[in-house]
């Protein structure tokens, strides 16, 4: 009998080995790749729904696939993924609806890999954004060395600020402490309920006094450090770890990326396909540029209730910010926008990353160590 999903996984890994190939020599993932692999992706799935006497497989299959095109779609409107980026994210979820679990083994006290109970093609995704890190630090450290030094200077600030983070430290293992001696005393001891109240208990304890404060922090840590001293001291170096990194990641995705990854050019100077880095909208005879980051469009969206706020026109789009870049209208438009003195002398454009291989890396880590943001909960619980 035909193994139909370990099939699906090798074809998915040569796809994205392609993928990969294709967007770094030249900037896209051919349609010619992408659209074949949807619909063989789904004819392997109703095959094997077939064989194996499951046919609910099959219209899981299909829902996935429709989901992750919907989710990749908003992402595409809101400039963050290319379109090729979407088709393949699309064709591993018409692939792979489903985790294959080709392997197993145990590593420390859990067992690989680890899943999350969310959708397999969900893991890819999370799995693909967190493989974009190192690739993107690492351009941005390239482009601060050779182009703009005060990129590495931004970059490095949570670094200088060690003084901020190992107080954050403390507070946090404050609040770990204070949540493990009243978890006992609540009927449900779920993983999830304890991270809210750390959470909760963070904020309260840093808006405290100062004087109150400190009592609070010195009296709960002088009390875990007479408990288990070793368990608290590695517990603060590691949050300070922890903060000081997720320091570095915020700076990475915010005023650094759009320092290092974006360029400020003359009008008459732009090219073909180079991409804006910014929506251009018009409203009202005005013409403006859309510069709210997506992070904030989510929180905004969030707060407001309102998630079609994430893609509703802000009025009419004169030029997207889409990997296919500028086109020769888009640049007759600028001009005469220019003339009409509607916008200044300059527009930003913002350099392509290849996203294909951060897909790759994805993938495999998704295969064989299971979803890297669930086993970091996992390790958080475990820390508690």
């Known amino acids: ?18 993928g990969a190939y ?10 010619k790749l992408t659209f074949p692999l949807i619909g063989l992706g789904l004819f392997l799935n109703a095959l094997w729904a077939i064989i194996i006497g499951f046919y609910s497989l099959f219209i899981y299959a299909l829902i996935f696939t429709a989901g992750i095109f919907i989710l990749g779609y908003i992402f595409w409107r809101l400039g963050a993924w290319a379109g090729g980026d979407v088709k393949l994210f699309t064709a591993l979820a018409a692939l792979l609806p489903f985790p294959p679990l080709l392997i197993s083994y145990s590593l420390g006290p859990f067992n690989f890999p680890l899943l999350a109970p969310y959708p397999f093609p969900l893991t890819i995704i999370v799995n693909s954004i967190l493989s974009t890190l190192p690739f993107l630090l690492l351009f941005v450290f390239y482009i601060g060395l050779k182009e703009k030094p005060q990129v590495i200077s931004d970059l490095l600030e949570p670094l200088k600020n060690y003084q901020e983070n190992l107080s954050r430290a403390v507070i946090v293992t404050t609040a770990v402490t204070i949540t ?21 208990l963070v904020m309260i304890i840093s808006k405290l006094p100062f004087l109150i404060k400190g009592v609070l922090v010195g009296v709960t840590l002088a009390y875990s450090l007479s408990m288990n001293w070793e368990v608290t ?22 005023t650094v990326n759009q320092d290092a990854l974006q360029d400020e050019l003359k009008i008459e100077n732009l090219e073909e396909g180079m ?22 469009k989510i929180k905004n969206s969030a707060r407001r ?15 997207r910010s889409l990997a296919a870049g500028l086109s020769e209208k888009d640049l007759k438009l600028l001009k005469k926008l220019k003339q009409e003195g509607k916008i200044g002398d300059t527009f930003r454009v913002k350099r392509g990353v290849p996203f294909a291989p951060a897909i790759l890396i994805g993938l495999i880590i998704s295969l064989f160590l299971g979803d890297l943001a669930y086993i970091i909960l996992e390790l958080i619980g475990t820390f508690i």
Request: aromatic content about 8%; glycine content about 6%; overall charge neutral.
């Open 180 to 200: 493990w001696l009243i978890i006992p005393l609540i009927a449900f001891q779920w993983i999830f309920l304890s991270l809210v109240l750390i959470l909760i």
């Open 305 to 319: 209730g309102d998630l079609l706020g994430l893609t509703r026109p802000k009025g009419k789009v004169l030029i």
């Open 22 to 31: 294709s967007d770094l020599k030249e900037g896209i993932i051919p349609n």
């Open 1 to 18: 009998m035909m193994h139909i999903p370990l099939i699906a996984v090798i074809i998915a890994i040569l796809a994205c080995l392609y």
């Open 233 to 254: 001291l590695s517990g603060i170096v590691v949050l300070f770890i922890i903060i000081t990194f997720i320091g570095l990641i915020k700076k990475l995705l915010t």
């Open 275 to 296: 991409i804006a880095a910014h929506n251009l909208y018009e409203r009202d005879g005005e013409v403006y540029v859309d510069k709210e980051s997506l992070l904030n």
